[in-house]
């Protein structure tokens, strides 16, 4: 930038300068880097009393109706039955104490019989892994305003 250029630039124009610079390069930064996770396990667990508080007619909710998993990042469901009563998911059942893992390898919508679920059913959408630079920002902004956390 030429010296005449400089001077003509106001404390306003190096403000928004000083702004968007480091938004650029977070932008940039969220397109280009991998997505990684710790674990590729999304763990949820069925605690203890829910059939008996069901039973007794409370909506006891602890599972969401729809679960959102990603593949190559969250990709594996893990379900843990802490309950005193075997729990039904899809074919499988849970006595209490049991863990089931569930690893998905095709981004699809998927639909379960779940006695753990208020409704009785439960949607799992596996969602394709996020490759290209837009997808990956994609990603990163909806699943930022789904929980709050960046990844």
Not at 14 to 31: F, S, V
Not at 50 to 77: C, F, H, N, Q, Y
């Amino acid at each position: 930038m030429s010296e005449a250029a400089r001077r003509r630039l106001s404390p306003r124009h190096w403000a928004l300068l000083a702004i968007a610079l480091p938004a650029g390069a977070g932008l940039a930064w969220a397109a280009f880097t991998p997505i990684r996770a710790p674990s590729r396990d999304q763990l949820f667990e069925i605690p203890q009393g829910t059939w008996a508080r069901r039973m007794a007619g409370s909506k006891v909710e602890i599972l969401p109706a729809e679960l959102r998993l990603t593949l190559g990042v969250r990709d594996v469901l893990v379900l843990h039955n802490l309950d005193d009563v075997p729990q039904q998911f899809g074919p499988i059942l849970l006595m209490p104490g049991q863990s089931f893992r569930l690893p998905f390898a095709m981004a699809a919508s998927y639909q379960f019989a779940c006695t753990a679920h208020v409704s009785g059913q439960m949607s799992i959408v596996v969602e394709p892994n996020p490759a290209s630079p837009w997808a990956r920002l994609r990603w990163r902004i909806s699943t930022f305003l789904r929980s709050g956390r960046w990844s």
